[in-house]
């Protein structure tokens, strides 16, 4: 019996192993925002073992980059189309970037500006799949006057959704209602998102729910390098990316994070 116990948790322990190494095999992104009386923040860490963006220029269309974008509904009214106050902004690991603002006839339009701030940096070699890169890193900062609203009042709440896109085509998004890309243009189907005071209590713990707490010593030094110093840990959130087909890690360390289900 004795020995049927041990075989028994040998096994046990067996796949446990394999679960976790088959877990840690895994890329992600992982999502940072923070916000104070001016600026917006927001800061991605993306793995990816094949970086590849051409487009390095402000007001670009990044089509086919490496590329990360946020949408938001500054009255959270979920609406079921692009409204004046809808807003997204992206920006592809080479650098380039847009901004988008809504319009009454449910478009999100390129518009022309140069009052946010932003950058990017890749940890590997853009544009060269000979060789296995860790990933890219964005950060971005809009200013509240561009997004056409005041400093959100503490519990404030808008509509919101990130959507990381890979070069051969295929995209993730944080809202699991977002299927499409007629399904980026619906904020009904977005999260939310919520202002909060910096608390060591507040925490994000689900998708449908975001929550971003204010910063009150001293904002995010916007570089494109995601500083475990600078961000709110606890209100971060971590999407899991599709490996690319056939692909497979020789090795990988796994990183503790809080993925939301």
Known sequence: ILKRALFCALIVLLLASASFAQESDKDQVSCFTTWDDTF??????????????????????????????????????????????????????????????????????????????????????????DDIDMGYSIEMA???????????????MMSFNVVVRRHGGSFVSLSPRVQNEEDMLVPA??????????????????????????????????DGIVSDKEWHRNTSFAIDLPMPPGFVYEAKFPVQRSVLA
């Not at 009214?77 to 847009?98: D, L, R, W």
């Not at 999260?191 to 995010?220: C, D, Q």
Request: some cysteine.
């Open 40 to 129: 917006f923040y927001l800061a991605f860490k993306i793995d990816s073992p094949d970086v590849q963006a051409t487009h390095s220029q402000p007001n670009a269309v990044l089509t086919g980059d490496d590329s990360v974008e946020f949408y938001i509904e500054t009255d959270n009214k979920h609406s079921e189309q692009i409204t004046p106050a809808c807003f997204s902004m992206a920006v592809s690991a080479a650098g380039g970037s847009n901004f988008r603002i809504g319009s009454e006839k449910g478009e999100l339009s390129l518009t022309p500006v140069f009052s946010y701030k932003y950058g990017a940096n890749i940890q590997g070699t853009n544009n060269n799949p």
């Open 142 to 156: 809009v200013p509240w006057r561009l997004l056409k609203t005041k400093c959100p009042a503490l519990g404030n």
């Open 189 to 222: 189907k977005w999260s939310n998102i919520v202002f909060a005071a910096h608390t060591f209590g507040v925490a994000t713990t689900t998708r449908e729910k975001i929550l971003s707490a204010k910063y009150v010593v001293r904002s995010p030094l916007i």
